[in-house]
Each structure stands twice: as C-alpha cells, then as structure tokens.
C-alpha cells in the first residue's frame, strides 16, 4: 500500500503551494505586562495591559483589587447596560438556596416574561417577601 501523500495529485499540491505563503507568523511583541492584568492588543502586532484584571478569583474594571466577583470601580454616571433586542424582555436574576428574584423590564406583551405584568413595565419579582430597609429598618415589606 502506497502512502497517503503519494495520492495527492499535482493540481492539489498547486493550490497548497499557492495558500502556503499567505500562512504567514506575524510577531507580537509585548514589553511584559502587569501581574493579573489580562491583556489586549495594543497595536496590530502589540500586546499591552487592558483596564480588566484577575485577583483571587475576583475580576475587576479599573481595578487591581477588586473584593467581589465583579467589581467596576471609578464609575461616573452609568455602570452597566444591558439591552435588550427590539421589544423583548430583559431582566436580572439573583438565586440562592432560599429565593430566586428577578428585577427587570416587561417586554410588549402584557405578562409575556413576568405573569401578572404591564406591557414595558419595571417590574421586582420575587417568590419571597420583598423589603425595603433603610439604615437597617425594612420600612416596608410586599408579602402574599
């Protein structure tokens, strides 16, 4: 039996012979980095330290010591955004063992994602009591 590459016709070793050159290795240079600093390129061919970095199991945005699993520092004005797409419903969700609660926007279709809601309204939902606390008081609480 006759090996593998002597089944290669010659037209297929024409078209790989014309790919091969434009397989070409680019260098990227970096100057080292900062410790937990994930990196980004800088440049085309360069590596520099972005403003994400990896403490201890924690991430951080504009922060080397973030204390939680995501923490954003240095914020003026709006932290995050989440869209949603066209006139769907978009919501966080908190779980533990003893709740699963959900914050969010309904979408156009009244009860569509949250039963009982208005079309695009706020809607905090919650199997469990929610509180309202202030200085460590609930001043108010919603239960069934």
């Known amino acids: 039996m006759k090996p593998a590459l002597s089944r290669i016709s010659a037209a297929a070793l024409f078209c790989l012979a014309a790919v091969l050159p434009a397989l070409t290795q680019t260098t990227v240079t970096t100057n080292g980095g900062t410790s937990?600093?994930?990196?980004?390129f800088t440049g085309s061919a360069t590596i520099g330290d972005?403003?994400?970095?990896e403490n201890?199991?924690?991430?951080g945005i504009?922060?080397?010591?973030p204390v939680a699993k995501l923490e954003v520092a240095g914020v003026i004005g709006e932290a995050f955004r989440m869209s949603g797409v066209g006139t769907n419903p978009?919501?966080?969700?908190?779980?533990?063992?003893?709740n699963s609660a959900?914050?969010?926007?309904?979408?156009?279709?009244?009860?569509?994602?949250?039963?009982?809601?208005?079309?695009?309204?706020?809607?905090?939902?919650?199997?469990?009591?929610i509180q309202n606390i202030?200085?460590?008081v609930a001043r108010m609480t919603i239960a069934t």
């Open 90 to 98: 978009v919501s966080f969700r908190f779980i533990n063992a003893g």
């Open 36 to 40: 937990n600093s994930i990196p980004k």
């Open 102 to 129: 959900y914050f969010g926007t309904e979408g156009s279709t009244a009860g569509g994602y949250f039963s009982g809601s208005l079309p695009y309204s706020t809607v905090i939902y919650s199997p469990q009591p």
């Open 62 to 65: 504009g922060t080397s010591t």
């Open 50 to 53: 972005s403003a994400i970095t």
């Open 134 to 136: 202030i200085g460590g």
């Open 56 to 59: 201890g199991g924690n991430v």
